[in-house]
């Protein structure tokens, strides 16, 4: 087995199967195919977890470790906990999207079935791309090679390492005396800032949008416009011509003669009624892409990743409600339902096409704060002291609701729970008492040669109860399970609030370095009205997002909770139409 050494201290969560680890401890490791940038490995202490990859190097056979082990280095963000991920480990049972089950090969080969990309060519691609690719390649890719953590890093524009990109020489500024726009990118906030959540870096795009460095060419149609409403709002422009797409018919696909299969979905957007086949896996390389590139903008969740049992018909039909959930949100987003990689995925057939279109998306250079080259505001200037309490409210709401509505997702689990189990076999059981009760009275009206009324009545009955257990395992199809999806969607958008008002935060604090540089005569007053002008373009886009994230949440949370509710009042009159007939035997 191979023996790692860790570089980094790394807390696991709490009730999870991640392992803590502490800088110079050995582990050997036992599985290295988890995904997701993630290893399995045992301690000293005969501890079993899950680590990040990234996170330790492979050391040879009988190492002799220098005294005090290597100088520590930051350590590089986990991409993504292994909970969210979708990946759990206990000995040898696994847990996903709640479900546990046995392991075994056959499981971890379906696995790596539905990674195996038909579309693609997966050398030229991951190599390409690098950091950027998508969770797919990254899980595949250890397999190539164990010693790269560079692979775990966030997106760089440039194709070296995290480390080199964090030195990279800046053309310099004004006079000898000046520092460079790479330092001032740099020293604001105490260095290379990590923001709430995830654990996503601004980047290198981010130091060069907002020092004021050249940007790339934006076409007219990536263009996003934002707009300041007569009552002061400040909204995305409107789509044009809005449109749906439905995600239907399921279907399970095979190659390579047979020796693999996945599940095809037919999405079909309205606006021109061709359908295109997609899996799971081109979902999941889309959703990478989108939060790569839209660094203000929260991107709805695509459902769990699952392991077992991915070809059950009952599993299928949820994970396609779950699709068409993300779908109908990203045709709702102004900007997202027309961006270039959305429209590529809606509406591309050929081959060599959407091959040659997923290189471009990997290759965008307006990604991360440099999408904001791309945002064209109002010309008014807006002052700060209007928009940092709006931003600083979002920071106080955006956990108060991720805390309400993981909640609710997990009493709708429970609640579902209940309904399928507990009280069907509660209803069923009382069914069966008044059953026998029915055949008891039976025996005695027969010997009496008595009309069979009250047995029969109470035979009616038993038939009433059973039939009441069977809608109460049916019931949560109606209300809890629609409700916990839509939860689903809530629960993701939440999750990404915080980096983004990060991404912001941290561009008002380089905004701040710059004033003191200004005052400083370290820069010059015209290069400091350019960021000024920048920091303003985040500030409309930020403002335009939140506006749009309430506006939907007004809307659509509010037609979520009244279907549920409304589905919760036909379930309960239909138990009292079940007992009143019970009762009219009587």
């Known amino acids: 087995m191979t023996r790692v050494k860790v570089l980094y201290d790394f807390s696991g969560e709490p009730n999870s199967s991640e392992i803590s680890i502490t800088v110079n401890e050995v582990l050997t490791v036992t599985n290295t195919d988890v995904g997701e940038g993630w290893w399995e490995g045992m301690n000293a202490r005969g501890q079993r977890g899950l680590f990040p990859a990234a996170y330790v190097e492979t050391i040879p056979e009988a190492p002799s470790l220098p005294p ?30 709640g479900n546990r089950y046995d392991q075994t ?19 030229e691609t991951y190599s390409e791309i690098g950091p950027g690719s998508s969770a797919a390649g990254r899980a595949n890719g250890q397999s190539q090679s164990h010693n790269q953590p560079q692979s775990q890093m966030p997106h760089q524009n440039s194709s070296a390492s995290y480390y080199a990109n964090a030195n990279l020489p800046a053309p310099p500024m004004g006079d000898g005396d000046s520092m460079s726009l790479a330092s001032v990118a ?14 996503k870096i601004f980047s290198k795009s981010g130091d060069n949008y907002l020092m004021g460095l050249p940007v790339p060419d934006v076409s007219e149609s990536d263009r996003v416009h934002v707009l300041l409403m007569e009552h002061g709002g400040i909204v995305w422009k409107p789509m044009r011509d809005a449109y749906t797409v439905s995600v239907d018919s399921p279907k399970k696909e095979k190659k390579f003669n047979g020796l693999k299969s996945f599940i095809a979905y037919q999405l079909t957007p309205s606006f021109n009624n061709a359908p295109v086949a997609r899996r799971y896996k081109h979902f999941d390389w889309l959703h990478e892409r989108l939060v790569e590139k839209f660094c203000l903008i929260p991107v709805p969740p695509l459902p769990d990743k699952q392991i077992s049992g991915r070809y059950d018909e009952e599993f299928v039909e949820h994970r396609r409600v779950q699709l068409q959930e993300f779908v109908d949100w990203m045709c709702r987003h102004p900007v997202l339902s027309t961006c270039g990689v959305w429209m590529h995925f809606l509406t591309c057939t050929d081959e060599k096409k959407w091959k040659t279109g997923k290189r471009t998306a990997e290759k965008d250079p307006l990604v991360g704060t440099m999408f904001c080259a791309s945002v064209f505001p109002p010309e008014k200037t807006l002052l700060q002291s209007t928009v940092e309490p709006q931003v600083d409210a979002a920071g106080h709401f955006v956990p108060a609701m991720d805390s309400a509505v993981k909640t609710l997702f997990a ?4 609640q579902s729970k209940k309904f399928q189990v507990q009280w069907k076999k509660d209803y069923q059981r009382i069914g069966e008492g008044f059953s026998e009760l029915a055949r008891s009275l039976a025996i005695d009206e027969r010997r009496a040669a008595a009309p069979l009324s009250l047995s029969s009545s109470v035979g009616q009955a038993a038939g009433v109860f059973i039939h009441i257990g069977q809608l109460f395992g049916e019931q949560p199809k109606h209300d809890f399970i629609p409700f916990s999806d ?4 809530y629960r993701g958008m939440l999750a990404g609030w915080p980096d983004t008002l990060g991404e912001y935060r941290n561009a008002t604090q380089k905004r701040k370095e710059c004033e003191r540089m200004t005052a400083e005569q370290k820069m010059e007053n015209g290069q400091l009205q350019e960021v ?8 409309y886009a930020l403002l335009a997002e939140m506006s749009h994230f309430r506006d939907q949440r007004d809307t659509h949370l509010k037609d979520t909770i009244h279907n549920f509710i409304g589905a919760q009042i036909d379930f309960y009159k239909s138990i009292v139409q079940k007992l009143e007939q019970a009762q009219s035997h009587f």
């Open 186 to 199: 740099t020293t604001a906030g105490g260095g290379r800032a990590r923001t709430a959540g995830t654990g």
């Open 411 to 414: 009493i709708c689990g429970d």
């Open 532 to 539: 000024n002008r920048r920091v303003d373009v985040m500030s």
């Open 486 to 489: 839509r939860l689903h969607i």
């Open 68 to 97: 005090g082990g290597p100088p520590q280095m930051p350590p590089p963000p986990a991409v993504m906990t292994a909970q969210s991920a979708g990946v759990t480990k206990s000995n040898s049972q696994h847990a996903v999207g």
């Open 105 to 123: 090969s056959d499981d971890w080969g379906d696995q790596q079935d539905d990674w195996d990309d038909d579309w693609d060519d997966d050398n």
